[in-house]
C-alpha cells in the first residue's frame, strides 16, 4: 500500500494559486494522459536492465533525495551525488564531473536540477566520464501538463521542469541513439553512438519555449514502453559486443 501523501499547506495552496495567476499566459490545455503508477515500471527497473550483465558496473547517480533508486541499484561500485541529501557524495554534479574526470563508468543516472541548462550541462558531464560501451539516462523528461513543466517552477509536486528540451537536441545529433520512456514521469535513455558524439545547441531555439511546444512537437520524439526499450537496449548491445567503436570521424577505434 503506497505512502499516505501529506497534505498541501494553505499557504503552499495560496501560492500555488497566485504563481498560476502571474504565468497563465503559458497555459496550455493539452495534456498527455499518462497514468506512472499503471505502468508497472520505473526507473530503478530501467537502471538495472541498463546494468545487467556488468558485474563490476560502475555507476554514478545525480541527485539522491532520499536513495529510493540509489539503494535499490546492482552494481559493485556505486557513487551518490546530491549537495543536500542521500548519496555517497555532498556535492553539486558539474563539481562531480570536473574531480572524477579521469574515471569511466558503466551507466550515468541524471536526476538532478530539471533546468535545461544544467541537463545540458550533465549530459555534457556524463559523456565525459562514460565508458566506450555505456549508458546515461534522464529521469523526470516527460511532463504531463504545463503546471508539471513550467519553469519558474509552479507546482510543488510532480515538478519535471523543462529537461525534456534536450530530447529535441538529441533528435538533432547523428552522433546518438536514445528512447524516452513512458513510465515515471519520463526516463531518457541515451547510447552514444561514438566516442565524441556531437550534440547540437539549440538554446537560442528553445530556452523560451514552455509545454506548448513539447505538445505540438511530442510525435517527433521516440516515445515507448517498458517491453519497446528493452528490445531496443539487447539490440545495441547484440550490435556493439565485439564490434570496434567508431570515432566522431567515422573511423574505428
Not at 5 to 13: P, V
Not at 24 to 45: E, P, Q
Not at 89 to 104: C, I, K, L
Not at 203 to 219: I, K, P, Q, V
Amino acid at each position: 500500500m503506497p505512502p499516505t501523501r501529506k497534505k498541501l499547506s494553505l499557504a503552499t495552496i495560496v501560492r500555488e494559486f497566485a504563481l498560476v495567476r502571474r504565468y497563465r499566459g503559458a497555459r496550455c490545455d493539452g495534456v498527455f494522459d499518462y497514468d506512472w503508477a499503471a505502468s508497472g515500471y520505473d526507473r530503478k527497473a530501467v537502471v538495472n536492465l541498463l546494468l545487467a550483465g556488468r558485474p563490476d558496473g560502475a555507476y554514478p547517480e545525480i541527485g539522491c533525495a532520499d536513495n529510493a533508486l540509489f539503494d535499490a541499484v546492482m552494481a559493485r561500485r556505486k557513487v551518490g551525488v546530491d549537495p543536500r541529501q542521500g548519496g555517497t557524495h555532498r556535492m553539486t554534479s558539474d563539481a562531480f564531473f570536473r574531480s572524477h574526470a579521469g574515471e569511466r563508468f558503466d551507466v550515468v543516472f541524471v536526476d538532478g536540477l530539471h533546468l535545461y541548462d544544467q541537463v545540458r550541462r550533465d549530459l555534457d558531464g556524463a559523456l565525459s566520464v562514460l565508458k566506450p560501451d555505456g549508458w546515461i539516462a534522464f529521469h523526470d523528461m516527460l511532463p504531463r501538463d504545463w503546471l508539471e513543466e513550467h519553469v519558474p517552477q509552479i507546482r510543488t509536486r510532480g515538478w519535471t521542469g523543462d529537461g525534456w528540451k534536450l530530447a529535441f537536441e538529441l533528435l538533432a545529433s547523428p552522433d546518438v541513439d536514445f528512447r524516452l520512456l513512458a513510465i515515471d514521469h519520463g526516463v531518457l535513455v541515451v547510447k552514444p553512438l561514438t566516442d565524441r558524439p556531437r550534440i547540437p545547441d539549440l538554446s537560442a531555439t528553445l530556452a523560451g519555449e514552455r509545454f506548448t511546444y513539447l505538445h505540438r512537437n511530442f510525435a517527433r520524439l521516440p516515445v515507448v514502453g517498458y517491453a519497446e526499450a528493452a528490445d531496443w537496449i539487447a539490440f545495441h548491445r547484440q550490435r556493439t559486443d565485439g564490434a570496434p567503436r567508431t570515432s566522431e570521424t567515422g573511423s574505428t577505434a
